[in-house]
């Protein structure tokens, strides 16, 4: 039993991809049968990698502030992520990574359905990679490398959005840094108006309603442009005008329930945490709402392009996606989430630096305003940048505070800190950084060079 129980995990997930593979066979009756079984079988493989990869940055910092446990953080994101691939993950998507590739220009269908597998094997086969390796990477721009790589090899230089791309390379630095300074910009904020004062519970009364009606402002516009978008047709003016709404309607109906959860609460640090517990909690269901109802497509668009095209015989940019596809995506998200997200949602969590209900709130707030911002200057960004980005921040702001805190305080006492004592109060660990950081950079080349080769091995075996 003890040598067997590390293949359980792995053993059901080959369960679910067979699964998913039986599935389409019974209900595809075309002659191309076999490759539709393949590519509902790396459709899974993918959705299995994202859940395991890509949900814990909503979960992370959740449970490294100890605002709910593992086990409560995996079935809240289980059924929250479900449900946004399900009632919001779109009728129509764009199968071909947004536009990054004119499939007008590819030979024939065939050759369309071997570029659409190989770049949903290579960006599968990469995201496990990462999650083995303990980085926290983006599957949209697994997916985008995979596209590219085998949308060069089948058609050339000239069928690539090489601006689209340029813009996409831009937001690995714009996501992350702009995550971090909003993340860091309100933990200021929440120590300035709050912490650092003296009747911190007083503070509270006022600071945090006003906090949560930010936070309710910034994810009904944030769900409304990410989450939605695939249901009604919303503009960034009526998203942010939907936010503003239900900001002032959250901020209201949160000061009593504030005021009552404050009553008899000592007035110190400690005791701020609770009022931002259930917040938090929240926050992070909803964050794995707007995942499941935007990055389902990542694991189903190509499967759901590979299906229209054996279906129809001809390729497009859009197609209907079939109830069985949308449901191989939306389950294999959560099962990977399951069966292997506790690893990278224990390192967001609590081993890039230590997090409280505090900052944690910080960072999942900051990543709903991020993708607002990004929404309006048009910018393609990750959730997965953004998330960790502001994880980052944060640890690097209290780095900087606390530093300046020492400074003062040595200061006014008369003495120095010496440099060998301020390095050992680093409060983010490198190494994490360096590993995250050089996974971004390499994903896209990764995935589009596995990517190719895979292209390449499957056209000779269908030749």
């Known amino acids: 039993m003890f ?7 792995p053993g059901l997930a080959l369960a679910f991809i067979v ?10 009756g075309s002659p191309w049968n076999f490759v539709v079984v393949a590519a509902a079988a790396i459709g899974a493989y993918m959705a299995l ?45 764009k199968t071909v990574a947004k536009g990054i590739i004119d499939p007008g220009q590819v030979a024939d269908s ?7 597998m190989s770049a949903l094997l290579a960006a599968a086969l990469w995201l496990n990679l990462a999650t083995w390796l303990g980085a926290p990477v983006s599957t949209t721009h697994s997916i985008v490398g995979g596209v590219v790589g085998a949308g060069i090899v089948a058609a050339g230089f000239g069928a690539v959005d090489w601006v689209g791309l340029g813009a996409i390379a ?28 003296d009747d911190k519970i007083g503070a509270a009364r006022k600071w945090v309603p ?24 919303i503009s960034l003016l009526q998203a942010i005008l939907i936010g503003v709404g239900f900001g002032i309607l959250s901020w209201l109906a ?33 964050l794995s709402f ?26 497009a940019a859009k197609v209907q996606i079939p109830l069985w596809v949308m449901l191989t995506g939306a389950l294999g998200i959560s099962v990977g989430l399951l069966l292997f997200g506790p690893k990278l949602i224990k390192l967001v969590g609590s081993e890039i630096t230590k997090l409280n209900p505090m900052r944690a709130y910080c960072v999942a707030l900051s990543a709903a305003i991020t993708v607002i911002i990004a929404s309006w200057l048009g910018l393609p960004v990750s959730s997965t940048h953004i998330a960790v980005g502001g994880i980052f921040g944060v640890g690097f702001f209290r780095e900087w505070h606390a530093e300046r805190r020492a400074r003062q305080l040595g200061l006014s006492k008369g003495k120095v800190v010496p440099p060998e004592e301020r390095s050992r109060r680093l409060l983010v660990r490198r190494s994490h950084m360096l590993t995250v950081a050089a996974a971004w950079v390499v994903t896209v080349p990764a995935s589009a060079g596995l990517a190719a080769v895979l292209y390449l091995i499957l056209n000779a075996f269908a030749g």
């Open 3 to 9: 040598v067997s129980r590390p293949l359980i995990a």
């Open 210 to 233: 006003i906090l949560i009606g930010i936070m309710a402002g910034a994810f009904a516009a944030y769900l409304a442009l990410k989450g939605l978008k695939q249901l009604i047709k």
């Open 170 to 197: 831009a937001s690995w630095v714009i996501s992350p840094l702009l995550g971090g300074i909003i993340a860091a910009g309100f933990l200021w904020l929440i120590k300035v108006k709050i912490i650092y004062v």
């Open 290 to 315: 707007a995942h499941g109802a935007n990055d389902v497509a990542n694991a189903v668009g190509p499967l759901a392009a590979i299906v229209h095209t054996i279906e129809m015989g001809d390729i």
């Open 254 to 286: 949160s000061k009593p329930l504030i005021e009552r959860q404050s009553r008899g609460l000592e007035n110190r640090k400690k005791s701020l945490k609770t009022l931002f517990a259930l917040p938090l909690v929240v926050s992070a269901a909803l």
């Open 110 to 116: 065939a050759h369309f359905v071997w570029a659409m």
């Open 19 to 28: 699964l998913a593979g039986v599935i389409s066979a019974m209900l595809m």
């Open 49 to 93: 990698n994202i859940g395991a990869n890509d949900v814990a940055n909503n979960m992370g910092p959740a449970v490294g502030a100890n605002a709910l446990t593992l086990g409560g953080a995996l079935v809240i994101a289980a059924v929250f992520e479900t449900a946004g691939a399900l009632i919001a993950g779109g009728d129509v998507v």
